[in-house]
């Protein structure tokens, strides 16, 4: 399904790459400017809380030279900042990784670099995450996945199979039967 038969306003995308601890878990969600899901995002945007700080992804080889990544791009860690390793991870490594991401999807052609839609991406970074780079293609990856499923949708078959599959479904944080 294109973007010209889908409203992209509100679309959800999912991506995880990488190894643990240094892989990443991103959630996308696209909105359209003016619209009831970017006012949503923004409130989450101008409400940090401890632990949780939404940010504006920008990329440059030092703060003088920030450029925002376009379209303009809100990252928020789901994992509460477990000290000052973790920090310079989430905000270093992984807002590179989803920059990156981000414009990968731009280059793929999936949005355009306008301000017409914001995407808001949380992710998740292990607090045992160390190597850096590792990190960083990781979130690269995850986003990219994430961007093109929010792009694109769930395939109705995949989303089936699911469906007839979920009395079996296990998840990797539950060890119960």
Same mark, same amino acid.
């Given at each position: 399904?294109?973007?010209?038969?889908?409203?992209?306003?509100?679309?959800?995308?999912?991506?995880?790459?990488? %190894?643990?601890?240094?892989?990443?878990?991103?959630?996308?969600?696209?909105?359209?400017?003016?619209?009831?899901? !970017?006012?949503?995002?923004?409130? !989450?945007?101008?409400?940090?809380?401890?632990?949780?700080?939404?940010?504006?992804?920008?990329?440059?080889?030092?703060?003088?030279?920030?450029?925002?990544?376009?379209?303009?791009?809100?990252?928020?860690?789901?994992?509460?900042?477990?000290?000052?390793?973790?920090?310079?991870?989430?905000?270093?490594? %992984?807002?590179?990784?989803?920059?990156?991401?981000?414009?990968?999807?731009?280059?793929?052609?999936?949005?355009?670099?306008?301000?017409?839609?914001?995407?808001?991406?949380?992710?998740?970074?292990?607090?045992?995450?160390?190597?850096?780079?590792?990190?960083?293609?990781?979130?690269?990856?995850? %986003?990219?996945? !994430?961007?093109?499923?929010?792009?694109?949708?769930?395939?109705?078959?995949? !989303?089936?199979?699911?469906?007839?599959?979920?009395?079996?479904?296990?998840?990797?944080?539950?060890?119960?039967?």
């Amino acid at each position: 399904m294109g973007t010209e038969e889908r409203s992209l306003d509100g679309a959800i995308g999912e991506g995880w790459s990488g %190894t643990d601890p240094n892989g990443c878990h991103a959630n996308v969600i696209l909105a359209r400017r003016g619209g009831t899901t !970017a006012a949503a995002l923004m409130t !989450a945007f101008t409400t940090p809380r401890q632990g949780h700080s939404p940010i504006l992804v920008c990329l440059g080889p030092d703060k003088d030279h920030y450029e925002p990544v376009w379209p303009p791009t809100v990252m928020m860690n789901k994992s509460t900042l477990a000290g000052d390793r973790h920090a310079t991870i989430t905000y270093g490594a %992984t807002q590179l990784g989803v920059g990156q991401g981000v414009l990968d999807a731009v280059a793929d052609g999936l949005l355009p670099p306008t301000d017409e839609s914001i995407v808001f991406v949380a992710v998740w970074i292990d607090a045992a995450a160390a190597d850096e780079t590792a990190v960083r293609e990781s979130a690269r990856r995850a %986003t990219r996945k !994430a961007m093109g499923m929010a792009v694109a949708g769930r395939e109705p078959a995949a !989303a089936r199979d699911l469906v007839d599959r979920r009395d079996g479904l296990r998840n990797p944080y539950y060890s119960g039967s």
